[in-house]
């Protein structure tokens, strides 16, 4: 007993001990969380005044301060990043703020490299800039940055070294030492392994490009590593497209030749091409399993078809778009793709989601483009539910706009747990473009110049001028884009250009200047509708030898047009489509107009995989116009160019005015053509296809006299596209099947000139 006795005693004093330091420790603390500050002492200050840290601190005098509270006045004036060293204290009911300011840039210079351009580039990415604080931690990822930039331009192995000159009264001078590095060429481009693509396609894909001198201007001739990895992914990415599931890009290297440059080598395994054989949606049971019956029909056009990550998207987009007409929230859905030999089942799962809210999205990383910009091409806002879908439809939507290099985001949970905050961080990239173009060929020569700026005072408005010369004409033209106005979705241009013509073979020369605006927004799923309105004046002279009627056409024309229109395109893709179609329509209204007339024009494209060595197309291009009361002037009259009508030169068929080919009132052309890409040696980097053309121009107001045989002209033919030594060359060879008395052909078309 008397043991246990002691025991307890102990215990109890044990407890007693324990409580009475627990009371000093609360005591202590206590007496921090009670202090009142009533004034307030800074030191160590120069370049900020005493009042501005108290407002960045967010310091208010007579109010109790804990600890807390002065580690909320250190985070305050730590963000502001002007402080290296923050020192806090309390003291006689007086807050004590001891700071070492960090040294102010008063000049940021660049040594080792002359563009002006290039130097505002690297001012505008880095942190450290002028009248800012010189923070060390931050100069060696500015220093990252510039040594990325020069790789993005094609220069190995730069290097940026950086120096501080102190001038005084905490102020430096930053000076940064570039050393560019070699620019090392692609000389050639190879693709080895089990390719079963040709080389020509392969090179069309990639960004890449081999060395040419009518490159010269081209930046992506310049070997980086940035590049080789894009080329990877959209090799991978086109290999998936054609149906090659399991495609590998092993590996990219390069042989150094003796000049320093560069032969770039791909290794590829395609492995086995991939038939859907099957698609099915499984659907959670609270929803109504009906909304997605309509999928089946879309299921049905792929079925059969090789295997492509674009179908897939496509019915992913079908399925989002009944999502939202059946106004469904909390939605999510995945994808299974079973590969099984050389086929591929795909099944789409479409399930509840956790009922998530978007609390907050910050913007990073925009240090030109305005954030409204950013946030216009969001499919998702603070207070919305939470959707991966619609995250990952932004992204792309984002990467879409091609005003950065790069666009990430990151999931952060937000202040409860079914909220979510949501980081948009974007890698902003140049751009400004410059392109060129010059050809050479049976009908003269042409030259073609462009510049733009895509993103115009970071709010990702479009400026661009053109300008094109060739034997008959030159013009130029100044466009002005926004193409998202009033962050409502819909493009607006505005335009203004001129143009001077001389036309030997049709009987007058003119100056035209012209502007306008116009309008396009996507009212459907790739329908698109276009509203515009244009004002012009012609000066139209006609040729000495011209005749008695067309002299009547001499004189000074205005007018001011409405136009409306719509286009549908359903192809796989913009650029050598291999399937898919696209048809449009145009009418132009006058609204007032020296001579009124109406005009319209219908195009219709279809493309189809015949087999894997034939893509067929059907293009079909109707054009009229009619005068009201007058006869359509020269200069607006239809004419029919021989790139839609071979084997005949451009504007010599149809109706003529003595020696004059006047134009018509309507132009019809229909063109079938088969393109046969391995047809030709792989060595020879030629694309071969046929063609069969069939056109008519016909109509006159003034006098039925004057020839207007409405004879169908056709012709027939085969064409060559060359990647030559000294640029793209384009050969055609053509014979007339049908053609009128007056028509003057063309059997033999070549074209030398690129874009660059």
Not at 90 to 98: H, Q, S
């Amino acid at each position: 007993m008397g043991k246990r006795s002691n025991i307890k005693k102990n215990l109890k004093l044990v407890k007693q001990i324990i409580s009475y330091f627990l009371f000093i420790i609360f005591f202590s603390f206590s007496s921090v969380k009670a202090e009142v500050v009533k004034k307030l002492n800074i030191s160590g200050n120069k370049r900020i005044s005493t009042e501005t840290i108290k407002i960045y601190g967010e310091i208010q005098l007579n109010k109790n301060y804990n600890e807390q509270n002065i580690n909320d006045i250190l985070n305050n004036l730590y963000s502001t990043e002007f402080f290296e060293d923050i020192q806090i204290k309390i003291e006689n009911n007086t807050l004590l703020i001891k700071i070492k300011e960090y040294p102010t840039i008063n000049q940021l210079i660049l040594i080792g490299e002359q563009s002006k351009k290039i130097k505002d580039q690297i001012k505008k990415i880095i942190f450290s800039k002028k009248n800012k604080s010189f923070i060390k931690s931050k100069l060696s990822k500015d220093i990252d940055l510039i040594k990325k930039l020069y790789s993005s331009l094609g220069y190995n192995n730069s290097e940026a070294i950086p120096k501080t000159k102190d001038i005084g009264d905490n102020n430096i001078d930053l000076i940064i030492e570039v050393k560019k590095g070699e620019v090392t060429k692609i000389s050639s481009i190879k693709f080895i392994g089990d390719k079963k693509i040709r080389d020509k396609r392969l090179r069309d894909v990639i960004a890449s490009e081999e060395d040419k001198f009518w490159k010269f201007l081209s930046k992506n001739t310049k070997f980086n590593e940035n590049l080789v990895s894009l080329d990877k992914r959209l090799l991978t990415n086109y290999y998936k497209s054609k149906g090659f599931y399991d495609v590998k890009i092993n590996s990219s290297s390069g042989e150094i030749k003796k000049d320093g440059n560069i032969n770039l080598i791909y290794s590829i395994d395609a492995g086995k091409r991939y038939t859907i054989t099957k698609i099915s949606t499984n659907t959670d049971k609270v929803f109504d399993s009906k909304i997605f019956f309509p999928m089946e029909k879309y299921y049905k056009e792929y079925i059969g078809n090789y295997y492509s990550p674009f179908f897939v998207t496509e019915l992913l987009d079908e399925i989002d778009q009944l999502i939202s007409n059946n106004n469904l929230q909390f939605v999510e859905h995945n994808v299974e793709e079973i590969p099984s030999n050389d086929t591929i089942e795909i099944k789409i799962n479409i399930f509840e989601s956790e009922k998530v809210l978007v609390e907050r999205i910050d913007v990073l990383g925009n240090n030109v483009t305005d954030e409204r910009v950013i946030r216009s091409a969001l499919l998702i806002d603070e207070g919305d539910p939470f959707t991966k879908v619609k995250l990952d439809k932004s992204i792309a939507n984002l990467k879409a706009k091609r005003l950065f290099s790069t666009v990430k985001e990151n999931l952060k949970e937000g202040s409860k747990k079914n909220l979510k905050k949501i980081e948009i961080e974007v890698e902003e990239q140049p751009t400004g473009e410059i392109s060129a173009g010059a050809g050479v060929g049976t009908s003269g020569g042409s030259f073609a110049f462009n510049i733009s700026e895509n993103n115009w005072l970071g709010e990702g408005k479009i400026i661009a001028f053109n300008a094109d010369i060739d034997e008959e004409s030159i013009s130029g033209e100044f466009n002005y884009t926004n193409p998202d106005y009033n962050f409502s979705g819909n493009s607006v241009n505005y335009f203004l250009g001129s143009s001077s013509n001389d036309k030997p073979n049709q009987g007058y020369e003119n100056t035209v200047i012209s502007t306008g605006a116009n309008t396009s927004f996507e009212q459907y799923k790739n329908i698109f509708m276009n509203l515009g309105l244009s004002a012009s004046y012609d000066d139209l002279r006609t040729t000495n030898n011209a005749s008695a009627n067309l002299k009547k056409q001499d004189g000074e024309f205005s007018e001011l047009l409405g136009s409306y229109g719509f286009r549908y395109d359903g192809r796989d893709r913009t650029f050598q489509p291999t399937s898919g179609h696209v048809v449009s329509f145009n009418q132009d209204l006058p609204i007032y107009a020296d001579k009124n007339y109406i005009s319209n024009s219908i195009r219709y494209s279809k493309y189809n995989t015949i087999s894997e060595d034939m893509i067929a197309a059907t293009k079909l291009s109707i054009s009229t116009i009619n005068g009201f009361e007058d006869d359509v002037r020269l200069s607006k009259r239809r004419k029919i160019s021989s790139k839609r009508l071979r084997g005949f030169e451009s504007g010599k068929i149809g109706p003529k005015d003595g020696d004059d080919f006047i134009g018509g009132n309507y132009a019809v052309t229909l063109n079938f053509e088969a393109s046969l890409p391995n047809i030709l040696p792989e060595a020879s980097r030629a694309d071969f296809s046929t063609f069969l053309d069939f056109g008519n121009l016909w109509g006159v107001d003034y006098d039925s006299s004057i020839d207007d045989s409405n004879k169908i002209r056709s012709s027939a033919g085969v064409a060559i596209n060359w990647s030559s030594p000294i640029g793209p060359m384009t050969f055609t060879l053509a014979q007339d099947l049908a053609k009128a008395d007056t028509d003057v052909t063309q059997s033999f078309n070549f074209s030398l000139g690129t874009t660059f």
